[in-house]
């Protein structure tokens, strides 16, 4: 059984570490305009300052939070800077008006990497320690 959860925490850490590049990359080319504006989403956790530094750290969260979780480079720590991300991407849009239906994609990564972060990356991994593996 154990070799069955091994295999398929290395499916979903693969699966969902393409999905956040593919997320990532946009961000990363948008450059400053582009983080400042993500980063002003900060707005409805109270934090008003430094809105580019927070959209480069959320480019860089899901950019490469995917590539640590591909390849098994401390995926639990990996897993916690990008729920981060998804927690403050739901916080806005649900303060934007955003209905749950409309976010089920956050929604169902969300739910992927606390699976990810519970259960840490498997026996597939390149870097693994006690407390972030």
Request: glycine share 14%; hydrophobic share 55%; with cysteine.
């Amino acid at each position: 059984m154990a070799k069955k959860l091994d295999v398929a925490l290395f499916i979903l850490r693969v699966g969902i570490g393409i999905v956040f590049i593919v997320h990532g990359l946009p961000k990363l080319n948008g450059g400053p305009e582009l983080w400042t504006l993500l980063g002003g989403s900060m707005k409805h956790l109270g934090i008003n300052f430094l809105p580019a530094f927070w959209g480069f750290m959320a480019m860089v969260a899901e950019l490469f939070g995917g590539i640590c979780l591909i390849l098994g480079i401390y995926p639990r720590l990996a897993a916690i800077l990008m729920l981060f991300t998804m927690l403050v991407a739901g916080i806005s849009e649900l303060a934007e008006g955003q209905k749950f239906k409309d976010m089920l994609e956050l929604f169902q990564l969300t739910i992927s990497l606390v699976v990810i972060l519970l259960l840490g990356g498997g026996k597939y991994v390149l870097v693994k320690s006690k407390r972030w593996g």
